[in-house]
C-alpha cells in the first residue's frame, strides 16, 4: 500500500505551493509585495456591466456610449461630458491593453443578457495588431477573460499564451512576483507604505465607480513632456512595441466576430484610432520594420490597408484622429497617452460624431 508513496511526491508539492500562493495573494498580504494597479480596472467592469444593465432598464434615460477602448481612454471626465453633452451618459469599459479579444468577451455577454446601448465605440490602436512586439501586455488575458472564453476561443491564442495563462491563474504569485526588497520596505514602520498602497487602490476604486470606468480624478497629474524628451521617447515606445511587426491575423478575426456581434444586435457603433505624439506618429509612417515575409514596411502602410478593407467589408466607420485636420490638442504624458488636459478635446472628437436622434 505504501511502496509508492513517493509518486504522491509531486501531489503534495503542488498542494502546498497553490495553498502558500492563495494565502501570499491574499488581499491581506498584496498590500506588502503587488506592483500593479491595472487590475481594478478590469475588476470593476463586472460592477460596471451590473449598473449598466439596471441604467438601460430605466425609462427616463439618457443615451448611452460604451467605449471599448485600452490604457489611451482612460481619463474621461464625467463632468465635463454630462454638461456639454447633456443627453448622453459614457460607459467606459476601457482598461489597459485592452485588445478586440476583450471587446469580443463583453459583447458575448451583452449578446447574451440583451444589453444594448445606444452607441458602441471600439479602439483600433494598430500596436494590439503585432504579435511580435518586445513589451507585451497580458493584463487582458490573465484579468480580463473568463476561463471558458478563453478555452472556447483557444485556437486564438498560441500555447505560450495559453499556458502562461494557466500557471498565472493558478499561481497568482507567477504574475505578480513578490520582490523581498519592496516587502522589507513596505513592511518598515508599522506597513506604513503597505497601508499607503491599500489607501491609494480603495481610492482608484471609488474613482472608478464615480466616473464608471474612467480613472481621472482631480488629483491626475497633467504631465506633458517638452517636444525633445516626447522625440526621445517616441523611438524607445516604436522599437518596443512596433519593430519588428508581425500582423496577428487572430486578433483581426476577434474584431470581425465583435463587429459581428454588433451588427447582429443592431447597434449603431463606430471604431477610433486614437490619437498619439505626432512624433510618434510621423515614426509609424516613415520608418520601416521587418515583417513576417521578411520584407521590411511602415507600421502604417502594413496595417492601415488591412483596417481599410475590415471597415469597408464590415460597413464600419473609421474614426481617425490621427489624420483629422480638425483636432489639434497635442499635450502628452508620454508618445501614446493624452495629457489629462486634452481629454475634454478628445471627449468633443466623439460625442460631435455620435448620432444626434
Known amino acids: 500500500m505504501f511502496r509508492n508513496r513517493f509518486l504522491l511526491v509531486p501531489f503534495v508539492i503542488f498542494i502546498v505551493s497553490f495553498g502558500i500562493d492563495k494565502l501570499i495573494s491574499s488581499t491581506a498580504f498584496e498590500p506588502y509585495y503587488s506592483l500593479t494597479l491595472s487590475d481594478l480596472?478590469?475588476?470593476?467592469?463586472?460592477?460596471?456591466?451590473?449598473?449598466?444593465?439596471?441604467?438601460?432598464?430605466?425609462?427616463?434615460?439618457?443615451?448611452?456610449?460604451?467605449?471599448?477602448?485600452?490604457?489611451?481612454?482612460?481619463?474621461?471626465?464625467?463632468?465635463?461630458?454630462?454638461?456639454?453633452?447633456?443627453?448622453?451618459v459614457l460607459f467606459n469599459f476601457s482598461v489597459p491593453g485592452g485588445s478586440p479579444d476583450y471587446y469580443l468577451y463583453w459583447l458575448e455577454r451583452f449578446q447574451s443578457d440583451s444589453v444594448k446601448p445606444d452607441f458602441i465605440l471600439m479602439d483600433e490602436s494598430i500596436e494590439i495588431f503585432n504579435s511580435s512586439s518586445v513589451l507585451t501586455l497580458d493584463e487582458v488575458l490573465f484579468y480580463g477573460?473568463?476561463?471558458?472564453?478563453?478555452?472556447?476561443?483557444?485556437?486564438?491564442?498560441?500555447?505560450?499564451?495559453?499556458?502562461?495563462?494557466?500557471?498565472?491563474?493558478?499561481?497568482?504569485?507567477?504574475?505578480?512576483?513578490?520582490?523581498?526588497n519592496v516587502i522589507r520596505a513596505r513592511a518598515k514602520e508599522g506597513g506604513i507604505l503597505a497601508k499607503g498602497y491599500g489607501e491609494l487602490r480603495s481610492k482608484i476604486w471609488e474613482n472608478l465607480k464615480k466616473q464608471r470606468g474612467s480613472a481621472t480624478s482631480d488629483a491626475s497629474p497633467r504631465i506633458v513632456l517638452p517636444a525633445e524628451l516626447l522625440k526621445k521617447r517616441s523611438n524607445t515606445d516604436f522599437k518596443s512595441y512596433l519593430s519588428p511587426f508581425t500582423?496577428?491575423?487572430?486578433?483581426?478575426?476577434?474584431?470581425?466576430?465583435?463587429?459581428?456581434?454588433?451588427?447582429?444586435?443592431?447597434?449603431?457603433?463606430?471604431?477610433?484610432?486614437?490619437?498619439?505624439?505626432?512624433?510618434?506618429?510621423?515614426?509609424?509612417?516613415?520608418?520601416?520594420?521587418?515583417?513576417?515575409?521578411?520584407?521590411?514596411?511602415?507600421?502604417?502602410?502594413?496595417?492601415?490597408?488591412?483596417?481599410?478593407?475590415?471597415?469597408?467589408?464590415?460597413?464600419?466607420?473609421?474614426?481617425?484622429?490621427n489624420e483629422d485636420p480638425e483636432y489639434h490638442c497635442d499635450d502628452f504624458s508620454d508618445p501614446g497617452h493624452m495629457s489629462p488636459s486634452c481629454f475634454n478635446d478628445y471627449a468633443d472628437f466623439i460625442f460631435t460624431r455620435l448620432p444626434k436622434q
Open 41 to 88: 480596472n478590469f475588476r470593476h467592469k463586472e460592477f460596471l456591466f451590473e449598473e449598466l444593465k439596471d441604467y438601460l432598464g430605466k425609462e427616463d434615460r439618457k443615451k448611452v456610449l460604451v467605449y471599448f477602448g485600452n490604457s489611451r481612454a482612460l481619463l474621461f471626465r464625467n463632468d465635463y461630458i454630462e454638461k456639454k453633452y447633456p443627453d448622453w
Open 145 to 180: 477573460l473568463s476561463a471558458s472564453f478563453v478555452f472556447r476561443h483557444a485556437d486564438r491564442y498560441s500555447s505560450s499564451d495559453l499556458t502562461g495563462y494557466i500557471a498565472k491563474k493558478l499561481f497568482h504569485t507567477t504574475k505578480n512576483r513578490p520582490r523581498l
Open 247 to 321: 500582423f496577428n491575423p487572430k486578433m483581426l478575426a476577434n474584431q470581425e466576430d465583435a463587429i459581428s456581434i454588433i451588427k447582429e444586435m443592431q447597434i449603431p457603433f463606430a471604431t477610433i484610432w486614437v490619437r498619439v505624439a505626432r512624433p510618434y506618429f510621423e515614426l509609424y509612417k516613415t520608418r520601416k520594420v521587418l515583417t513576417t515575409e521578411k520584407d521590411e514596411k511602415t507600421p502604417y502602410d502594413i496595417m492601415l490597408p488591412i483596417l481599410k478593407k475590415l471597415h469597408e467589408s464590415t460597413e464600419t466607420s473609421f474614426w481617425n484622429m
